[in-house]
């Protein structure tokens, strides 16, 4: 079975640009997380989707960052413009469902670098 | 709030020594409490859970007890190998803004060396 797909795994930008991130999530899992993990920290949700909803976007800084999850199985984060402080990785996980704890597989991430 | 706290890496040892990483959280109710781990190159995998106090999770030789009184849930492991380096979260499962979430710690850097 296929893990959690985000790509690409590696993003260099200047500050102004935008940027995207793209997660494919464990097949048949309706819930979808973004995180963000800073340099020597533990992740933090930015936001969670059950299907095509976002159902908990309060950490998202929603002034330069956006999600989406269309069709309730990939996924999108998108920040315009970056800033030097965005530099992170960028995790993304899905799960089976939350309405008690079912374990959360996290893909890879994606390591911005903003110049 | 909700929070969790580890001890500070990075944490040397060598092969076959005995590991504990140091974990406290801070939260209303009795949440569960994990262990994950992130090895170079690769995502968050987890390692083991407890959901009550007093329950023990275990997994791949390591061990974590849910001590309520202590608010803690320390890792420990009884002779480490080289495989095991890789970064170790403490997280926990806390109501926050009207949810459940997700809240992990910093991380601890585990290098074992031959």
């Known amino acids: 079975e296929a893990g959690v797909v985000q790509s690409p795994r590696y993003k260099i930008i200047e500050k102004k640009q935008p940027v995207a991130f793209w997660c494919n999530p464990i097949s048949g899992h309706n819930t979808l997380y973004w995180y963000l993990q800073n340099l020597g920290q533990g992740p933090e949700l930015l936001i969670r989707?059950?299907?095509?909803?976002?159902?908990?976007d309060s950490q998202l800084p929603k002034d330069r960052f956006s999600a989406e999850r269309l069709k309730g199985v990939d996924s999108t984060l998108k920040i315009q413009p970056a800033e030097l402080g965005d530099s992170a990785v960028y995790l993304c996980a899905s799960s089976l469902r939350t309405s008690s704890y079912n374990e959360q597989f996290f893909g890879p991430g994606t390591r911005l670098t903003v110049l | 709030g909700n929070s969790v706290t580890q001890m500070e890496g990075p944490v040397t040892l060598s092969e076959e020594a005995f590991l504990t990483i140091n974990c406290t959280y801070t939260?209303?109710?009795?949440?569960?409490l994990f262990w994950y781990v992130q090895y170079p190159g690769e995502g968050l995998q987890l390692l083991l859970k407890a959901t009550k106090a007093d329950d023990k999770g275990s997994n791949k030789g390591f061990e974590a007890t849910y001590r309520k009184e202590t608010t803690s849930f320390h890792l420990e492991k009884g002779s480490v190998q080289v495989s095991d380096s890789a970064v170790y979260f403490c997280?926990?499962?806390?109501?926050?803004?009207?949810?459940?979430?997700?809240?992990f710690g910093a991380g601890t850097r585990l290098a074992v060396h031959p």
């Open positions: 989707y059950e299907n095509e909803e976002a159902v908990d």
């Open positions: 939260a209303t109710g009795y949440p569960s």
């Open positions: 997280a926990l499962i806390g109501f926050s803004g009207g949810y459940n979430k997700l809240i």
